[in-house]
């Protein structure tokens, strides 16, 4: 299951950031985020509920880069 | 420049002009340390409380940090050496805002001018209501329904003209400035602008399923695809700056420790100041920008020109081209048969031709289509009857009473009749009526116009190895491949060959030659993926193609493969100039920086400078 979410980052660094970050959260299989469409492609493991998921990437990120926001 | 961007350049002035103005100021000791925190604060109070927010949850080596670290470090020195030369400490701030600010008004841009470009978007569709037009939206429009398109909106579903005639703009589809008319009974396809006068529309497709949203589909989930160069460069972003903030304090520590073990003056504010130029010039902003920019100006770029490239992997891929494999059909012949020539006839030509078509015309091959082509008239079924397929080799019917066998020359020994050989390159279809033999008519399938002129530009290019594969008969692969000058040709294959024999090509080619596969996406899904890049093209309307391929030509020219692989070329100079520059000139400044023989002023240059170049660098990759 994938899905893309709209995201708000300022500097490619940070989406990088944001990218390893989302990686780690559980359920999250894959995610690669683009800097330059300003976009998040998050894998789902099978399974994962989705929301309770991308509240966790939400917070991850936030720690990692405090002016970011995903829209979920 | 949006408000955030505005504010920012405030703050640089206000910063700039304070600056300015304290250095004409007789000022020092304590006042001058407060007065110019003034700039300093004005310009880089953000950046101090993300450092202090990025330390409290333990991200040290954040961009943030780093320009805090450097900025007040330099300023504790200018304090400690009592010297109150602040100037530095701001300048690097402040530099380093313009930076930043410069990137994301740059970054804006070139996202704004790629997106402005896919802006095929329709919003709505308008549907007749008693009597009046009303805009709903494209979702709820059920396969069926009439929708009206006035001059100067986008065709929002799919679908064939029920009346008016009009010409559509299809620029932003296929990169064709030609518009196309259209007019009753002609197919439609979203995405397209109507021009000239109102279109009545009978939807074929569901929004969804429609042309237009299966290339924003495309174009969207290409992001979710990261070539080799921005792995790279992401994995050495987070080696490099825990790397280089190690070496300032190995830089700021070890050579004093050792004077000090030696006996000799430690020189601590000489080792410190170079070990936060060191820290200036930690942070990896340029490259981690512009190499992503560039394959996104990249792949904008190719849209623009009617070629959706579905990643920056394949956009490096499509540059390693050395072997481009064409399947035939569609790609470099029209993929619509005509008939050529009718030899030996018995009868007059047109006879002949009337009773092929007739005895051919319940079949849809596209055999069966040409000779209905040719005969021009309007097909009477009723005088033909009892047909009997007999499957690859032809049709047996009666037309007008009399039985007419159709088709090749195996069809003609079942039915005994020796048929007379042709010397033509083509599709040969024998003729024989009540047994007894009537001649043959070669259809053949007709060579693009510019096709010759695209596989030229392809060697051009730097492509080493043309091949083409078809299902079609030796003599025919062979005329077209030395009138269109390609050397290495493989007739009479079934589609499971084809598969075959890309595999065969890819075992044998060379360490880093990347093989390409063009097909018209019919049929040769399986190729398409098997192959190092498939290349699908005329998509337009084909979804399978769409999944399939890899790379995606909107028309069906094939000069637009030589394009792609130019700008992927292009695109990937640019991608590896910035790296080696970018990488150089950070080495070189750290150095410099190490040696004593840079400033703060040249590593801010070392950050900003290269980066701003880098930047502008890939927005080339824009332009074609």
């Known amino acids: ?72 | 420049m949006n408000k955030k961007q505005r504010m920012m350049l405030i703050r640089i002035i206000a910063a700039f002009i304070m600056m300015v103005a304290l250095a004409f100021l007789p000022v020092s000791g304590p006042l001058a340390f407060v007065l110019y925190l003034l700039p300093y604060l004005t310009v880089g109070y953000d950046i101090l409380l993300k450092a202090i927010k990025g330390i409290i949850r333990g991200q040290v080596f954040d961009e943030c940090f780093l320009m805090a670290t450097a900025t007040v470090g330099a300023i504790a020195l200018a304090l400690y050496e009592g010297t109150s030369d602040y100037t530095e400490a701001i300048a690097v701030m402040l530099f380093y805002q313009i930076g930043e600010l410069f990137q994301s008004y740059a970054v804006g841009k070139s996202r704004r001018s790629i997106t402005e470009l896919m802006d095929i978007r329709p919003d709505y569709a308008n549907v007749e209501r008693d009597g009046t037009l009303v805009k709903v939206d494209p979702d709820d429009i059920e396969v069926g329904s009439i929708i009206v398109v006035q001059p100067g909106e986008k065709v929002p579903i799919d679908g064939i003209v029920v009346s008016g005639s009009s010409s559509l703009n299809t620029s932003a589809l296929t990169g064709e400035s030609l518009p196309r008319s259209v007019e009753e009974g002609d197919e439609v396809i979203s995405g397209s602008i109507n021009m000239t006068s109102v279109l009545r529309i009978r939807t074929e497709k569901e929004f969804g399923e429609s042309t237009v949203s299966k290339i924003l589909d495309l174009v969207e989930n290409a992001s979710s695809r990261k070539s080799k160069s921005e792995d790279f460069i992401s994995k050495f972003a987070r080696v490099y700056t825990p790397a280089v903030c190690i070496g300032a304090l190995l830089l700021a520590l070890l050579p004093p420790l050792l004077s000090i073990a030696l006996g000799n003056d430690p020189g601590w504010e000489s080792w410190v100041y170079r070990a936060l130029t060191f820290l200036v010039i930690s942070c990896p902003c340029a490259l981690v920008i512009s190499i992503p920019l560039s394959f996104f100006a990249g792949i904008g770029g190719a849209s623009r020109e009617g070629i959706l490239v579905k990643g920056s992997n394949y956009l490096e891929t499509l540059s390693k081209t050395r072997i481009v494999v064409f399947d035939k059909t569609g790609t470099l012949t029209k993929g619509s048969f005509e008939v050529e020539g009718i030899h030996h006839s018995t009868m007059e030509n047109e006879m002949l031709v009337e009773y092929a078509a007739l005895a051919e015309s319940s079949s849809s091959h596209p055999i069966s289509r040409s000779l209905q082509k040719a005969y021009g008239k309007e097909i009477d079924r009723s005088r033909v009857s009892g047909v009997e397929e007999i499957s690859g080799n032809g049709v047996i019917a009666k037309v007008d009473g009399r039985s007419v066998a159709c088709g090749n020359d195996k069809l003609m020994r079942h039915i005994g009749v020796e048929p007379i050989p042709c010397h033509s390159a083509g599709t040969i279809i024998h003729v024989a009526i009540d047994g007894s033999y009537a001649g043959h008519i070669v259809i053949s399938d007709i060579v693009k116009d510019d096709a010759a002129d695209a596989i030229r530009a392809l060697r051009k290019a730097g492509v080493e190895r043309i091949v083409m594969l078809t299902g079609d008969r030796e003599k025919v692969a062979r005329s077209v491949a030395s009138s269109l000058g390609i050397d290495e040709v493989y007739s009479e294959l079934l589609p499971s060959g084809k598969v075959d024999k890309v595999e065969s090509l890819l075992r044998d080619k060379s360490g880093s030659a990347r093989l390409a596969f063009v097909g018209d996406g019919i049929n040769d899904a399986p190729v398409l993926s098997r192959s190092d890049i498939g290349i699908a093209m005329g998509a337009l309307g084909s979804d399978a193609a769409i999944e399939a391929a890899d790379v995606v030509l909107m028309d069906d020219d094939p000069m637009k493969i030589a394009t792609a692989i130019r700008i992927s070329r292009k695109c990937l100079r640019i991608v590896y100039q910035n790296i080696v520059f970018a990488i150089g000139i950070k080495a070189l400044c750290l150095l410099l920086g190490a040696l004593g023989l840079a400033d703060m002023w040249l590593a801010i240059f070392a950050d900003v400078g290269v980066m701003v170049i880098a930047v502008l660098n890939a927005i080339r990759a824009l332009r074609i």
């Open chain 1, 1 to 72: 299951m994938k899905k893309t979410y709209g995201i708000e980052v300022d500097c490619a660094a940070c989406a990088n950031k944001m990218e390893a970050a989302a990686r780690k959260v559980d359920g999250v299989k894959d995610c690669v985020v683009n800097f330059m469409t300003q976009k998040m492609a998050v894998e789902f493991q099978d399974g994962a509920d989705r929301s309770a998921v991308m509240e966790n990437v939400r917070k991850s990120c936030k720690r990692v880069e405090s002016d970011c926001e995903i829209f979920i």
